[in-house]
């Protein structure tokens, strides 16, 4: 009788990750009406609800059955950490143990929570520490949205008309979001939906590192804003800093960039986002090189100087050389920003989330134990 209880437990539907087409299918496969996907979705995302019996509008005898075959399952918060200038970190356990993190950045009305879509990440650029901690699987849908949820129920009770904790949110945590495009795409439309968080499609953002058929596929069921992690005005040092780019590189990426903002139609443009580290790609000819790349190409540029972290020899770059770099862009017609390091004292700026995992790659294993030795 046990094992069949924990049988029945483990194959119960977690709601929490479901978008709107398919939690309308869920009801209808259970004998309900699709409306009852709108009342349970508001209960979950609106409200924070993780307990059926406190869905009022909705009948016991459904509660009942729900509580049965269904559950929200929302990840447990480990830590929850205040930045010294405001930003807000989260710890979260994950299934099996594994834990990610996201990161809340307020800037006056705006609050932007920055989401993982992996536990770790596959890929293996040189001055992100995520990647140098390896990677261990994808998030699910439940896991990726799970990561707002759990964020606004720390808020709670707030008034939605009036308080908006997270009004932006952007695919740029731990992982490559195109390589978990199912799970990310679930959880953006959730995003987006006015049934669970009715955020902008402009202010929502996938960041991607170049994986060129998850954009070319991309622009054909979402409409979400786009940022580009270049880096590197060039191939060959591109290759260095994103090997990625060895399977794609930059003229492929722009192609696909271009070719996916031209099917929004509202004359959006992608951030191209660029980590300065100092001596490798902040030089003058760095930025002019980077100007005439992207002469074509609708963007914004969003440069980040790099937040240093103990697996990297890497340096940050001279505010001298930061403002060289801007004004050189600026002047050639691009708006040009620089993303002001938040969160540094609780390791939550950019580059610098790991969380706690077990590596399948065994990539750490090639970078933690040196630095160690050094040390």
Known sequence: MSNSGDQSQT???NLLGLPRHKMEQ???????KKFRAGQVMKWIHHYGVDDFEAMTNVSKTLRARLAEIAEIRGPEVLLDETSSDGTRKWVMRMAEGNSIEAVLIPDGERGTLCVSSQVGCSLDCSF??????????????????GQVWAALRTFMPFDRANERPVTNVVMMGMGEPLLNFDNVVDAMDL????WAYGISKRRVTVSTSGVIPALEKLGEVSD??????????????????????RKYPIERLLSATKQYLSGLGDRRRATIEYTLIEGVN???EHARQLAELLVDVPCKINLIPFNPFPESDYRRPSGNAVKRFQDIMNQAGYITTVRTTRGDD??????????????????????IPVHQEVS
Request: aromatic share 6%; proline share 4%; charged share 30%.
């Open 191 to 194: 995003m987006m939906d006015d």
């Open 11 to 13: 194959e119960k539907v």
């Open 224 to 245: 979400v804003s786009l940022a580009i992690s270049l880096h590197a005005p060039n191939d060959e040092l591109r290759n260095e800093l994103v090997p990625l780019n």
């Open 346 to 367: 609780i390791d939550a700026a950019c580059g610098q989330l790991v969380g706690q995992f077990e590596d399948r790659t065994r990539r750490s294993e090639r970078y």
């Open 282 to 284: 902040d030089q003058p």
């Open 128 to 145: 992100c520490s995520t990647g140098k901690r390896g990677f261990n699987r994808n998030l699910s849908a439940a896991e990726i949205i």
């Open 26 to 32: 869920f009801f209808v496969d259970i004998g309900e």
